[in-house]
């Protein structure tokens, strides 16, 4: 269930403030306001030391996200943050080469 798992804005609350900004500055008004209320329903599991991506919402593993998804690269001023966004539902935060974030809640 969705209610279980936290809101991003809850655990990381700098990220989800620089990503609205972001999006704002790329006019991209609908993922701007969708973003506050993302819940991270689970942290990368690809082992990789650069990364740091947050999945929003449940995705079958090595499967693309087919119809109505598109990438939304942002610019950041350190390492890189794209979001997938499927039919205006953000499905993952990419986050990326960027220094490791701070937890406010488990």
């Known amino acids: 269930m969705e209610q279980d798992h936290p809101l991003v804005h809850d655990v990381f609350p700098d990220l989800v403030a620089e990503l609205t ?5 790329e006019r991209e008004h609908e993922p701007a306001i969708v973003v506050r209320d993302v819940r991270l329903v689970a942290m990368c599991d ?3 030391d650069f990364c740091q991506s947050i999945r929003t919402a449940a995705h079958p593993k090595g499967k693309p996200y087919g119809e109505g998804h598109r990438c939304v690269p ?3 001023s350190e390492g890189m943050l794209v979001l997938d966004v499927v039919d205006g539902r953000i499905m993952c935060i990419e986050i990326l080469d ?5 937890r406010l809640k488990p």
């Not at 900004?21 to 500055?25: G, P």
């Not at 960027?98 to 701070?102: G, Q, T």
């Open 74 to 76: 942002l610019s950041p």
């Open 46 to 48: 690809c082992g990789d």
């Open 98 to 102: 960027r220094a490791p974030m701070r």
């Open 21 to 25: 900004t972001l999006l704002e500055d």
